[in-house]
């Protein structure tokens, strides 16, 4: 895919901060609102790690994690019934299983790797079409669309960040201990903050939301009013 396929006339929103932030709510209600595309890039990232770990391959070796980067199928498929999309990988619906904190920290750990990192740079590229786009990650402003006119670091405490995740793998029935996710989230966000190649942190542009006390109706209002600030002429909202 050439960098072409990216037209740098649609606008793009990029909505970046660590897990926990509510980014991916935030992002897909913007998306709504707007009537844009969606870019869940931490989908791609779960999606080479779990394709990765099930084909055996040894995740600290940069080598065969960045062909199976280049090489895994991925697609997003909205349902017919409406909802959040599907993540197939490879024809496989993985959307439940990349999921998972197993997932996440493979996703994290081959994320550090520059070579994965390029694979998938024009692939996340192509997500630019009209009428825009609103793009959710660790480097979406600071690298993938650097040019974006639109960019809010979304942000939480830790504390609550654990206990959002806490409430979500309970309602999905899992077994986990508040202690235990906060130390993983701590440890994810250690390993974003410092890695060598994007690591996670604003960029210099970006508008920073701290959503701890906010409701997420009230942080969705606060990013369309950005949205609206900066790009009045395409920021039409649909409801
Ligand atoms: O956002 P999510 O938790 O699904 O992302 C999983 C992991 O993928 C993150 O912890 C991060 O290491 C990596 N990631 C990244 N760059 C992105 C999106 C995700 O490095 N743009």
């Known amino acids: 895919m050439s960098a072409s396929s990216s037209d740098p006339s649609v606008p793009v929103l990029t909505i970046d901060g660590p897990s926990g932030s509510g980014k991916g709510t935030i992002s897909a209600a913007v998306a709504a609102a707007l009537g844009w595309h969606l870019l869940d890039s931490g989908a791609i990232y779960r999606a080479v790690g779990y394709a990765a770990g099930m084909a055996g391959l040894d995740l600290s070796d940069p080598e065969a994690v960045t062909r199976c980067a280049q ?6 498929r909205a349902p017919k019934e ?7 990988i490879n024809g496989f619906d993985a959307t439940d299983e990349i999921r998972t904190e197993t997932c996440g920290a493979a ?6 790797m520059p070579a994965v990192r390029s694979a998938l740079f024009e692939r996340q590229r192509a997500f630019r079409k009209a009428p825009g786009l609103v793009a959710d990650g660790r480097d979406m402003g600071t690298v993938v669309f650097s040019d974006a006119p639109c960019k809010v670091f979304l942000t939480a405490s830790a504390e609550e960040r654990a206990k959002r995740r806490y409430k979500q793998l309970k309602e999905k029935g899992l077994s986990v201990t508040l202690a235990t996710l906060l130390r993983e989230i701590e440890a994810r966000d250690e390993r974003d903050a410092t890695r060598k190649v994007a690591p996670l942190k604003p960029a210099r542009d970006a508008v920073i939301i701290d959503s701890t006390s906010l409701t997420i109706a009230e942080a969705v209002e606060r990013v369309l009013g950005i949205v609206r600030a900066a790009l009045p002429r395409h920021a039409t909202t649909r409801n």
């Open 107 to 112: 996703a994290s750990a081959i994320a550090a």
């Open 82 to 88: 409406g909802g959040p999309a599907r993540v197939f």
């Open 71 to 76: 090489n895994t199928r991925i697609a997003f």
